[in-house]
């Protein structure tokens, strides 16, 4: 599956941004079986994860993002979109999409969020 994020930019602390991830050339019954997530990259770290939704709608979230950011999915918009609240400068990094289905893990470009204080 084919994966397009968007929605990046610049945003204060404390205010807010949202991600778009969208698979258009994925029928939606097979983008509703894969398990759709964010990850981000900050300068100098490891990729980690920010945020996951499962195939049940089931969610995911590291300690650091619980309570400013919701993850959720469209199946017939074939979209995934983390809503980000509260933007902390711990928040910089470049974001990342992702499906996985099984032993099949599928990356988007990244979008990069930059969080000024």
């Known amino acids: 599956v084919q994966l397009q994020a968007s929605g990046g930019g610049l945003v204060q602390a404390g205010g807010s941004l949202r991600l778009t991830c969208a698979a258009p050339r994925t029928i939606f019954s097979v983008f509703s079986a894969y398990d759709m997530g964010w990850y981000r990259q900050a300068p100098g770290k490891q990729r980690e994860l920010v945020a996951v939704?499962?195939?049940?709608?089931?969610?995911n979230y590291a300690d650091s993002v619980k309570g400013r950011f919701t993850i959720t999915r469209n199946n017939s918009r074939k979209t995934v979109s983390p809503q980000m609240n509260s933007l902390k400068s711990d928040d910089t990094a470049v974001y990342y999409c992702?499906?996985?289905?099984?032993?099949?893990?599928?990356w988007g470009q990244g979008t990069l969020v930059t969080v000024s204080s």
């Open positions: 992702n499906a996985k289905q099984g032993l099949e893990t599928n």
């Open positions: 939704i499962a195939s049940s709608g089931n969610t």
